[in-house]
């Protein structure tokens, strides 16, 4: 947590942003428990406001493809990795910042 809040700090404070800014998040919504957390972290730690609107995986592609902006993507791999493609976001500044996994259940009976 606490490199992903240096990194976030180090590409606000690069693009101009070192007054205390709003910054629009764009998210999956696997992320949003521990997003809010962050974003309260980050107020505290910089002034900045964290705009986050959470979607899922197809949305935010279409998001992306109807050329919405946002300062901060937090994605798949597949989306980001498309967005980088098409050039909606730098792609050198990838953090990988997590894995969800998934299980299976089969009831008893």
Request: hydrophobic letters at 50%; a positive charge; glycine letters at 10%.
């Amino acid at each position: 947590m606490k490199r992903l809040l240096q990194m976030l700090l180090a590409v606000l404070l690069g693009n101009g942003l070192a007054q205390a800014a709003e910054v629009r998040v764009l998210s999956a919504g696997a992320v949003e428990p521990g997003l809010h957390a962050f974003a309260a972290l980050v107020k505290r730690e910089s002034g900045h406001d964290l705009k986050i609107q959470f979607n899922t995986a197809p949305q935010i592609a279409k998001r992306l493809a109807a050329n919405d902006v946002y300062d901060l993507l937090i994605s798949p791999p597949v989306v980001v990795e498309q967005a980088a493609k098409d050039g909606k976001v730098i792609g050198d500044t990838r953090v990988p910042v997590g894995r969800v996994g998934a299980g299976i259940i089969v009831r008893s009976g």
